[in-house]
């Protein structure tokens, strides 16, 4: 019997935490070691935008360590940062 590789599934959520109106649309670039994910996405009347794993190439196989660059625009503004990704909580800060 052959062993099944146990399924995981990463994804990114995005929330505008600006002031409102919220916008409808937001263009994002994400940038890691594993590859890169650059498109257009429309936020949830929450302004949440959720991005699977087969959006983001750049999204799965992640160690302490390992840094994704992003850059998030809307309207005439723009937002860049970096996450860091902490291993023992197996998220990003």
């Known amino acids: ?19 409102k109106p919220i916008p409808k649309q937001i263009a994002y670039r994400i940038d890691a070691p594993s590859g890169s994910a650059v498109d257009i996405g429309s936020l949830n009347k929450e302004g949440e935008l959720t991005i699977q794993e087969d959006d983001c190439l750049g999204c799965q196989e992640m160690n302490e360590g390992t840094e ?13 940062f970096t996450l860091h990704f902490d291993e023992q909580s197996g998220n990003h800060k």
């Not at 099944?4 to 935490?17: H, N, R």
């Not at 994704?68 to 860049?80: P, S, Y």
């Open 68 to 80: 994704i660059n992003v850059a998030i625009e809307w309207g005439r503004q723009i937002e860049m």
């Open 1 to 19: 019997m052959a062993k099944e590789k146990p399924e995981t599934t990463s994804k990114v959520k995005i929330k505008y935490i600006g002031d």
